[in-house]
């Protein structure tokens, strides 16, 4: 065994003394100047890198790793199993030699784990010093850090206690956890945290926590989250006539917090409820905190609109005003504003890779019915590859706005010229066309909310006079169930099979009925969901219309159906 150094001693327990934790001992002892003695070298940095190294899992299941890659230090160990023989020998030295129980515990805990020396000093080396540590710990200057040291000191101690079935040490240490859970609860500077994990290790030790937990519901009752989280401690351990009581008082506080509050707090909080009085089968509870989301404004949750305008270069809109003006009449002029492959779709790439960051993270809407949060399926494309292609079709809708008034400019169109341009008796007989023509003069009349009501009808009406002879759509009945019709969700997804471009489909999808990422017009204007849409995006369903008449007038075809 090494020769104890008597600078390196002394520098480790001044680095120690008043201490909270083992990063803090390190940094002083890494700082201390020792001279350049080899031997005295060695053993510093064998010191730093025991007390560098961080603790996971309990009993038999613990280790020692580095918490962050590792620097480019002589001291810092990836995992204990790096550990040197001569690492080794240093720190049984040091556990028999230091006066302080914090890093005594230490040193012989990474003894235990690594299989060093005689197991039987170090089963009881290491909780006796995590145990005397504990009140040196609480001692220090800083309050909290000494209480969170502490806290994972006795817990350390029980862990190894019970894992070897040392008694007279479990027994102390149920003792000393149930002493500190008592004089934090009792102090007036608000610890939950370190009471919360006291309670964890106290359960895990087997003892009856019911008190405590209850003490500690009745102290952080403030807090609403904090004490809804030890109501469920205390109903995990008290008897099973007490559920109901606790479930109730659980409900009742985020009612109660949720009447006290406002925006998305409010919101919040009455989810909550709502969730936990559903699996709690508290109907009436639920109940209520379901009508107050009812009436719950989403203008209300207190967030700030942040307006987008796209602003189109000039360029780019002279050219769109540009194809029209090519047209040879009106017909001609109306097909234009349709483009062969949607703009803003396409295919992934072979080699297309995820996006990372923050645009990754999962995004939550708030349904304008409920409101309830929403959030995308998990399975889902990528929120922000479909994000970018809701803005693409948003340029493509300003584009077909522009295309729009520029066919009323130049062409001045009666509503006889209008149902000329767009009869077609297989889709869009007479008395339609006459309709859907009303549509385009209320969007040029900037009558938009009447625009948009009109034409969206008419769109489910071709699209699904186009598929009949092409793919199912009909279910007949069946025994007791009735036969029924494909609905616009059902016939814009049978397009592709039908031999229909997918990009027009998907764009379709987006713009109609995707409810949890896309414009989703034809729900939420039909179920009076949205206020009157922007004109650019009116002009998207117009330009939807005129897309899928122009294959009823031969101006495109279809690719054969799929067998």
């Given amino acids: 065994m090494p020769q104890v150094q008597p600078s390196v001693l002394d520098a480790l327990m001044e680095a120690a003394q008043d201490a909270a934790s083992y990063e803090a001992i390190a940094s002083v ?97 290491a909780p006796t010093g995590y145990l005397d540590a504990a009140p040196l710990l609480l001692a220090t200057p800083r309050r909290f850090a000494g209480l969170a040291g502490a806290t994972e000191c006795l817990r350390w101690a029980g862990d190894l206690a019970r894992t070897f079935n040392q008694t007279d040490l479990c027994k102390r240490v149920t003792d000393d956890m149930v002493a500190l859970a008592a004089r934090v609860l009792a102090a007036p500077e608000d610890n939950s945290r370190i009471v919360a994990r006291l309670l964890d290790g106290l359960r895990v030790q087997r003892y009856d926590i019911t008190d405590l937990a209850e003490r500690a519901a009745h102290r952080y009752a403030h807090d609403v989250y904090t004490h809804v989280d030890f109501l469920k401690l205390l109903r995990e351990q008290a ?25 998305f707090r409010r919101h919040n909080l009455l989810t909550r409820a709502a969730t936990e009085a559903r699996d709690r089968g508290l109907s009436e509870l639920r109940a209520r905190a379901e009508m107050a989301l009812q009436q719950t404004d989403p203008d209300s949750l207190g967030w700030t609109r942040l307006p987008r305008q796209l602003i189109l270069p000039p360029g780019l809109i002279a050219g769109a005003r540009a194809h029209i003006d090519a047209a040879a009449d009106l017909t001609d002029a109306l097909w234009r504003t349709t483009p062969d492959v949607h703009p803003a779709m396409r295919e992934d790439s072979d080699d297309a890779h995820p996006l990372d960051g923050l645009l990754r993270i999962p995004r939550t809407r708030i349904n304008t019915a409920g409101p309830i949060q929403v959030a995308p399926p998990v399975e889902a494309d990528d929120d922000q590859v479909v994000g970018l292609q809701v803005l693409a079709m948003d340029v493509v809708g300003l584009l077909a706005a522009e295309q729009l008034d520029r066919i009323h400019e130049r062409f001045e169109p009666d509503e006889a010229e209008l149902i000329g341009a767009l009869v077609q008796e297989a889709v869009l007989p007479r008395p339609r066309a006459r309709t859907l023509a009303s549509a385009f003069r209320y969007f040029w009349q900037g009558e938009l909310d009447a625009a948009v009501c009109i034409a969206l009808p008419q769109v489910e009406q071709i699209l699904r006079q186009l598929l009949r002879p092409r793919v199912p759509i009909v279910s007949v009945a069946k025994g007791q169930s009735p036969g029924t019709v494909d609905q616009m969700g059902g016939l814009i997804r049978s397009m592709p099979a039908a031999g229909y471009p997918r990009d027009w489909s998907r764009a379709l999808e987006l713009l109609l009925v995707d409810p949890d990422r896309g414009m989703n017009l034809r729900n939420d204007v039909c179920h009076g969901l949205v206020d009157t849409p922007p004109k650019h995006r009116v002009a998207l369903i117009l330009q939807a219309a005129l897309y899928l008449l122009s294959y009823a007038h031969g101006q495109r075809s279809p690719a054969p159906p799929a067998p």
């Avoid at 005295?40 to 613990?62: E, Y």
């Fill in 29 to 125: 002892l890494a700082a201390t100047d020792l001279g350049t003695n080899a031997d005295t070298a060695q053993q510093r940095d064998a010191l730093l890198a025991a007390l560098r190294l961080r603790l996971s899992g309990t009993g038999k299941a613990q280790h020692f790793a580095a918490p962050r890659p590792v620097q480019p230090l002589r001291s810092w160990l990836a995992r204990l199993s790096e550990a040197t023989a001569d690492q080794l020998e240093i720190w049984s030295a040091y556990a028999e030699a230091t006066d302080n129980p914090f890093v005594r515990g230490r040193l012989h805990h990474l003894l235990l784990l690594a299989g060093y020396g005689r197991k039987p000093n170090h089963i009881r080396g």
């Fill in 239 to 263: 008897p099973e006539d007490r559920w109901p009581g606790i479930d109730t008082a659980i409900v009742n506080a985020l009612l109660d917090a949720a009447d006290a509050d406002t925006g």
